[in-house]
């Protein structure tokens, strides 16, 4: 089998690896460019191949990183089918239409500032072209095997997200190669970690975060003391948080420091449509997460739901203590925005920054020392606390990469790193290659990943 890198080489998006073989050509994952311009506009060029000539997509999961080009894929042509485990394809409506509003947005947003080359400026997709995509969604369970011409696929868990999966495919000939898709720490609270892999000819793997370790600290005690100086005095707690997977991580830790009694039972709650959705997902895939269905049922019915823009409003009406869980966790945006004018003032509150800020966010602004930001048109100063919490990433570090490669008898003959800027893919090629039998190379976009020599 030939496979081709067409994204998620050298940078950690645009997923995208084209499998060929002589019966059937299929892509493993579909993702968007994300971040900077430079590569968001990567977007927009001419797909290499014709979509039609596609017999599938397999996906590794819902992110948009994964999975958020399927839109323009299907617009271009696509008819195949789109291979999802079951909770991935109950998460993808939620993140493709999220992405479809905000393509929108990104276009209206242009024409107001006159930079788009289309007049008016044109979205990549919209939410109808996301919707269309959930017409070729078929469900492979882990552990089950599916044919494709020549080539059988089967997926197993890989932590990270719900629904998320490695991609193990083998062929007619006896060739083999697993994809590790993006692989979850082994003390997630909120997801089991990963299964340990199938041997294969050939690893095509994440690395992340493969320079990296994560601090020792656990989740549950960096939330703590975040939060309970603030609920102590009364005050409110501000957590905006990715929608899907984080926020009801969050859950799952406030109900185990109250169970504990180490924080007093406040009200919580979930202001976030997209978040109360995504949390429904959990809750219909209870066992698939790692903790027993009772508790991922608990966590999930501790807040109260917030879903109308009155509800979101009443809520700045309220006095403390209480726990506010809400959408857009790099305050990109949202109601969170809302609440941060209301509740900034007092200094008896926290805003807890849950994970990665991007450059150019409010968020990221936050964490450099600023202590005023810029909303809805004005400057708004923030005496509120600002506590970074850097507990919570979904991705193994180091060592859990190193662990899950060689969890194998033997070594493949090739690993191909993919999913990780320069540096942190070649220090993981390097680490792999100090051991005997391992061969290894940082994948390059539109290259075939070729065999590699052992040296031994
Ligand atoms: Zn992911």
Not at 423 to 429: I, K, S, T, V
Request: aromatic fraction near 6%; hydrophobic fraction near 40%.
């Amino acid at each position: 089998m030939e496979i081709v890198p067409l994204g998620g080489a050298g940078t950690v998006t645009g997923s995208k690896f084209l499998v060929s073989g002589r019966r059937g050509r299929f892509l493993v994952d579909c993702g968007l460019f994300q971040g900077l311009k430079l590569l968001r506009e990567r977007n927009w060029a001419p797909f290499p191949i014709d979509p039609s000539e596609l017999d599938a997509v397999v996906l590794t999961h819902a992110h948009l990183d994964h999975s958020g080009y399927l839109p323009v894929l299907v617009r271009a042509g696509f008819r195949g089918p789109i291979v999802a485990t079951p909770p991935t394809a109950d998460l993808l409506p939620i993140l493709l239409s999220d992405a479809g509003r905000l393509q929108m947005e990104d276009a209206r947003w242009a024409d107001r500032k006159g930079f788009s080359k289309h007049s008016p400026a044109l979205p990549l997709f919209d939410e109808e072209d996301a919707e269309r995509v959930l017409d070729h969604v078929e469900v492979l369970s882990t552990g089950e095997d599916l044919g494709m011409g020549d080539f059988t696929i089967r997926l197993s868990g890989a932590g990270h997200l719900l629904g998320a999966a490695s991609v193990y495919v083998t062929d007619a000939g006896g060739d083999s190669t697993l994809f590790s898709g993006d692989l979850g720490r082994d003390d997630d609270p909120l997801h089991p970690p990963p299964e340990p892999r199938f041997e294969a000819r050939r690893l095509v793997m994440e690395a992340t975060y493969g320079d990296r370790s994560h601090s020792g600290e656990a989740a549950e005690d960096g939330l703590y003391g975040a939060i309970r100086p603030s609920l102590d005095r009364g005050g409110v707690v501000m957590i905006p948080s990715f929608a899907v997977g984080r926020a009801q991580t969050l859950l799952l830790l406030i109900l185990r420091l109250m169970r504990k009694g180490r924080i007093p039972r406040v009200p919580v709650f979930l202001n976030s449509p997209m978040a109360i959705r995504a949390t429904e997902v959990h809750l219909a895939h209870a066992s698939d997460l790692r903790p027993d269905p009772a508790e991922v049922e608990a966590a999930l019915s501790l807040p109260q739901q917030v879903l109308s823009v009155e509800e979101s409003k009443a809520l700045n009406r309220r006095r403390g203590p209480m726990i506010i869980v809400a959408g857009a966790g790099m305050l990109t945006g949202g109601r969170i925005l809302h609440h941060l004018k209301t509740f900034g003032k007092d200094r008896r509150n926290v805003l807890v920054l849950v994970g990665y800020q991007a450059e150019g966010t409010r968020g990221r602004e936050l964490l450099r020392g600023e202590r005023s930001l810029r909303i809805h048109g004005t400057r708004v100063p923030l005496d509120c606390r600002v506590e970074p919490l850097d507990l919570l990433s979904g991705h193994a570090d180091r060592e859990g990469l190193l662990a899950w490669a060689q969890a194998a008898p033997a070594p493949p003959a090739g690993t191909f790193l993919v999913h990780g800027e320069p540096g942190p893919a070649d220090h993981l090629r390097r680490r792999l290659e100090d051991r005997p039998g391992w061969a290894a190379a940082v994948a390059e976009e539109g290259r075939p990943l070729l065999d590699l020599d052992a040296e031994g």
